[in-house]
């Protein structure tokens, strides 16, 4: 009657279901209505008990260097995403010295870059936003955003972020960009993912000051 047995563990012992996920699309727009890049979305589930917006130790990727060139008198990436723990680099691939600095409380350094020279890899151990500038062209700036939340993108030259299969769940939206007005919160919207189909893209609209690498903003270098 084995067989018979075999049937009976069949029904009885409970299926592992796909848990139930959307994907998430939010279009951020300027006042113009035109798309705007480099704005930080970050995407925190409201019941932190079943879902933590915070990585885990063992869910945590390795930690990652990533690399801020200078050319054409020009930070590139103008916003960069980082882990705590992750490294930054700073290459210089003008035909000019830069000097790069940082008085941020989440580390403060200096490095002087002839053309060709890359900085020793700088370790980023403490979540918040650094802005990094240049003690010779006032006009470069960079902004290193080093968080520990676990949906977070950053916009591209169309305006759009994505983040694949979200859980079910109420969800907090915080939208941040280097040139929202100083002193300005960033934007939150509240949202419900039901988890069986994906919502429509969602437009989130920001209000900037003229960018800062037109025009030096030292206001911003408090970061």
């Not at 290459?91 to 002839?114: A, G, M, Q, W």
């Not at 890899?121 to 990094?132: C, E, K, M, R, Y």
């Amino acid at each position: 009657m084995r067989w018979l047995r075999m049937i009976v563990m069949a029904f009885v012992l409970p299926i592992a279901w796909p848990a139930a996920a959307s994907d998430l699309t939010v279009k951020v727009i300027g006042g113009d209505g035109k798309p705007v890049s480099d704005a930080v979305l970050t995407v925190t589930r409201d019941a932190p008990a079943l879902d933590s917006a915070k990585l885990s130790s063992n869910e945590r990727p390795a930690s990652a260097t990533r690399i801020i060139d200078q050319k054409d008198e020009t930070f590139r990436p103008y916003v960069q995403v980082f882990r705590p723990g992750d490294m930054v680099v700073f290459r210089n691939s003008d035909t000019t010295r830069h000097h790069v600095y940082s008085f941020s409380p989440i580390k403060s350094f200096e490095f002087v870059l002839r053309p060709g020279e890359s900085s020793p890899p700088l370790p980023l151990d403490h979540t918040g936003i650094a802005a990094v500038g240049c003690n010779i062209h006032d006009h470069m700036i960079t902004y290193l955003y080093v968080s520990d939340a676990e949906n977070i993108a950053v916009s591209g030259p169309d305006g759009q972020i994505t983040l694949p299969r979200l859980p079910t769940g109420q969800y907090t939206l915080h939208l941040w960009h280097p040139q929202l007005h100083p002193g300005r919160p960033d934007v939150v919207r509240a949202i419900h993912l039901d988890g069986n189909t994906s919502p429509d893209p969602i437009t989130m609209a920001l209000s900037l000051i003229p960018d800062p690498r037109l025009q030096i903003d030292r206001e911003h270098l408090g970061y």
